[in-house]
């Protein structure tokens, strides 16, 4: 079974810094997608960035980049120039060949300014 | 567009009583999926239906019913609610799967409180 594995319960970053928040998944599968989701305090959840496991070049969207290293299983969301609306609950998402999403256990950020 | 939407939004209940969440979406998505979401957890999957009339289990399907009637609604029941169901509840939907993944969208959660 895949497993997905956040590490950090929690994270700070002062404003206009640069924050990595980290996630690690099991998986025997070959073709897969990784996500990233936050969930501001609305508790609306909002897709960050995916990542295909057949692609080589990371993904990134604007500010939010992804450092994705498959043969380690590992799937890091980097986030530069952090604004206090990036503060929120972070979750790393796995889906494989049945097309369910396995969430890892969440890593709340918080920006300082 | 609404998008996906949960009714309702906030509930207690006493245990041993029974409710029904509703999901709908007008997205004319094939798939609809019931989460719930605990303090340290994540999202898990509760049951999920990839099309009207068919349902199936996901990770943690006991103590919950669903139905899937109708293509734009998936219903979640609870038949006899119980403290450990006190959680956040979660519908998502998506279009149907072919070779690649289709993004999921998220309802904006029931707060359900059993005590």
């Known amino acids: 079974a895949q497993t997905v594995t956040q590490s950090q319960p929690e994270m700070s970053v002062q404003e206009a810094e640069t924050v990595t928040l980290s996630c690690t998944y099991d998986?025997?599968?070959?073709?897969?997608?990784l996500f990233w989701y936050k969930q501001p305090p609305s508790r609306q959840m909002i897709l960050v960035i995916r990542?295909?496991?057949?692609?080589?070049q990371n993904a990134t969207e604007n500010r939010f980049s992804v450092n994705f290293q498959k043969a380690a299983k590992s799937f890091s969301l980097k986030i530069s120039d952090s604004q206090l609306g990036d503060a929120a609950m972070y979750f790393c998402a796995y889906a494989g060949n049945t097309g369910k999403l396995i969430f890892g256990q969440g890593t709340t950020l918080q920006v300082k300014p | 567009n609404a998008g996906v939407t949960q009714t309702p939004k906030f509930r207690v209940l006493k245990t041993g009583q029974s409710m029904t969440l509703l999901c709908a979406q007008d997205m004319n998505h094939e798939y609809m999926y019931w989460y719930r979401q605990d303090p340290g957890m994540g999202l898990r999957l509760i049951h999920y239906s990839v099309g009207e009339g068919t349902t199936a289990k996901g990770e943690v399907p006991d103590g919950y019913n669903v139905s899937r009637l109708k293509k734009q609604n998936f219903l979640l029941g609870l038949e006899s609610a119980a403290p450990s169901q006190t959680s956040v509840y979660f519908c998502a939907s998506t279009s149907q799967s072919g070779t690649s993944y289709n993004e999921q969208f998220f309802g904006p959660g029931t707060r359900l409180t059993v005590l």
């Open positions: 998986t025997s599968e070959s073709d897969y997608y």
């Open positions: 990542q295909e496991a057949y692609k080589q």
